[in-house]
């Protein structure tokens, strides 16, 4: 049955406005780049073609400015392909059909057709397309104009490229970073809350809220994987990259030792949710195992405030004495002795032991 209520019309235009709606603003000085790239390759063009509106150059210059100096370089490479082809397009189409009114279809058909064979990306056939139709609606036939819109083009790219690298090059190794202050964060209060279930009894709904609250970690570990992903590829061919490498390799060093302790801490959480039951926090060893897991938390918070060698170097005192159970209770030994293996196994990711 539909949900009549007023809540679900306030939220119909929010569903709406995020299909277009990024969830945060392009940054100012990338808008400033890209108008003015976009203006020193309209005049520039302007001065080598006087006679032409340059608007293929304008376009390249606002298609080519992106997130970095990478992501530029593709760009501006896919703009001045995209225009050679659709050019080409273009005459072939037309002199094989002539002029006529339904040109402009023969000639989008023939566009995706040429970039489906060539398997070029979706947007890199649409640069054809868009090319051969800018081209037949703005200058017909003539091959000396379609040269002169491909040298336009590729002014507008070299612009684009050229500010987007030597203007503030555009660097993302700092989400980097406080992504992984976050997951580490989250996932120390995820081993507190396990090491709580078993200091006083829960009820299901409790454990359940901690088991969803371990598993959202394997979300944020994705998300930071994205994160580096988009930092290595802000660093590649980018002039200010060699003061922010160090930073990132030593973030993602710490990800690495972060990334099996999230695995580790889901499966304690699994088992704890799978095999609680409320006396084991009277059993002894399980009381012993509370305490080894919140040293644990606290030393994992300790390696996002270290860096470089000292992260390296670091042998946290709260876990330096193994712990050891003589003997498990007959009834919970499986999930003590879970506990136990993949505590020990958070231990050697925090210090380094097995690395």
Not at 38 to 63: K, N, R, S
Not at 203 to 222: F, Y
Not at 225 to 251: I, T
Not at 319 to 324: F, S
Request: net charge negative; charged share 20%.
């Amino acid at each position: 049955m539909p949900d009549p209520s007023p809540a679900r019309w306030r939220r119909a235009p929010q569903q709406l406005t995020g299909r277009f709606i990024a969830d945060r603003r392009t940054p100012l000085i990338q808008v400033i780049k890209t108008l003015v790239a976009m203006v020193l390759a309209w005049f520039t063009c302007l001065l080598v073609f006087p006679e032409q509106l340059p608007i293929f150059g304008a376009i390249a210059a606002l298609l080519v400015v992106q997130d970095n100096v990478d992501q530029s370089l593709s760009k501006g490479i896919e703009r001045v392909v995209g225009v050679l082809l659709g050019v080409t397009v273009a005459l072939l189409t037309g002199e094989l059909l002539g002029q006529h009114s339904w040109l402009f279809i023969a000639a989008l058909v023939a566009g995706l057709a040429l970039g489906w064979v060539l398997r070029m990306t979706p947007s890199a056939a649409n640069q054809i397309v868009v090319s051969a139709l800018l081209m037949i609606a703005l200058g017909g036939l003539d091959l000396h104009y379609g040269v002169e819109r491909l040298v336009e083009t590729l002014i507008g790219a070299l612009i684009g490229v050229a500010i987007n690298a030597l203007v503030a090059a555009p660097v993302r190794t700092l989400p980097v970073h406080e992504a992984i202050v976050s997951l580490t964060a989250d996932a120390a209060g995820s081993l507190r809350r396990i090491a709580d279930a078993l200091d006083e009894p829960r009820d299901d709904d409790w454990l359940e809220q901690m088991h969803i609250d371990a598993r959202a970690l394997q979300s944020e570990r994705t998300r930071v994987h994205g994160l580096l992903r988009q930092a290595r590829e802000s660093l590649r061919l980018n002039p200010r990259s060699r003061r922010y490498r160090r930073g990132l390799a030593e973030d993602d060093a710490l990800f690495q030792r972060l990334q099996p302790i999230v695995t580790q801490i889901g499966g304690m959480s699994r088992a704890v949710y799978d095999l609680y039951e409320p006396d084991l926090v009277t059993d002894p060893s399980v009381v012993g195992l509370v305490e080894e897991m919140r040293r644990a938390a606290h030393d994992l918070e300790r390696l996002v405030s270290l860096s470089g060698d000292e992260a390296d170097a670091v042998e946290p005192p709260a876990l330096t004495q193994p712990y050891t159970i003589p003997q498990a209770h007959p009834d919970h030994w499986v999930l003590i002795g879970s506990l136990m293996e993949d505590l020990r196994r958070v231990r050697g990711r925090i210090t380094g032991e097995l690395d």
